[in-house]
Antibody, heavy 119, light 109 residues
Framework: QVTLRESGPALVKPTQTLTLTCTFS??????????VSWIRQPPGKALEWLAL???????YYSPSLKTRLTISKATSKNQVVLTMTNMDPIDTATYYC???????????WGQGTLVTVSS | SYELTQPPSVSVSPGQTARITCSGD??????AYWYQQKSGQAPVLVIS???RRPSGIPEKFSGSSSGKVATLTISGAHVEDEADYYC????????????FGGGTKLTVL
């Protein structure tokens, strides 16, 4: 049974760095073709793909956010971590992690975590 | 930057067929994926690789792609199919630049 769960602060201040952790079970990030992605959704708005980390360590970022994002994995802990620097109120959103097969297929999602950016 | 374009809304009567389109320049060469998101819930994959239906997804959901347009078809739509639907694909770059469409609100009334 595949599960993913996002964790991190619910509230961050402008200019701070956000760190989110995705803890997963039911699959291994060492399996060929397996990846984990981060996706966000501002309230009432569309989904936005942010970043992906692959089983082989390759990392990909949204071009519009790549200077602010870092994705990493702790394979032994079954965790993927996303950091986003210089947070702004427009970054207020629900952040999801998702198992990603072959780099494009988000077949399992976490329930999401709402992050509010406010002073 | 690469964009996928969806109609903001589609409305059908119960039992009718709903069709939601997604247009993008790279779609002739890249697969489209479709996600259903009901209010307050995480998205669910309903169609992968243009037309493959994942296990557990009802047969009423089907997908197709022709040229620059991918289409999600919901046959015999009912109230429980009301949701936001998003397409997803990647651009031509050698790496991975994933993009979601703007989403389509399906109303069944």
């Amino acid at each position: 049974q595949v599960t993913l769960r996002e964790s991190g602060p619910a509230l961050v201040k402008p200019t701070q760095t956000l760190t989110l952790t995705c803890t997963f079970s039911g699959f291994s990030l060492t399996t060929s073709g397996m990846c984990v992605s981060w996706i966000r959704q501002p309230p009432g708005k569309a989904l936005e793909w942010l970043a992906l980390i692959a089983w082989d360590g390759d990392k990909y970022y949204s071009p519009s956010l790549k200077t602010r994002l870092t994705i990493s994995k702790a394979t032994s802990k079954n965790q993927v971590v996303l950091t986003m620097t210089n947070m702004d109120p427009i970054d207020t959103a629900t952040y999801y992690c998702a198992r990603t097969v072959a780099g494009v297929n988000f077949d399992y999602w976490g329930q999401g975590t709402l992050v509010t950016v406010s002073s | 930057s690469y964009e996928l374009t969806q109609p903001p809304s589609v409305s059908v009567s119960p039992g009718q067929t709903a069709r939601i389109t997604c247009s993008g320049d790279a779609l002739p060469k890249k697969f489209a994926y479709w996600y259903q998101q009901k209010s307050g819930q995480a998205p669910v994959l309903v169609i992968s690789e243009d037309s493959r239906r994942p296990s557990g997804i009802p047969e009423k959901f089907s997908g197709s792609s022709s040229g620059k347009v991918a289409t999600l078809t919901i046959s015999g739509a009912h109230v429980e199919d009301e949701a936001d639907y998003y397409c997803y694909s990647t651009d031509f770059s050698g790496g991975h630049n994933g993009v979601f469409g703007g989403g389509t609100k399906l109303t069944v009334l």
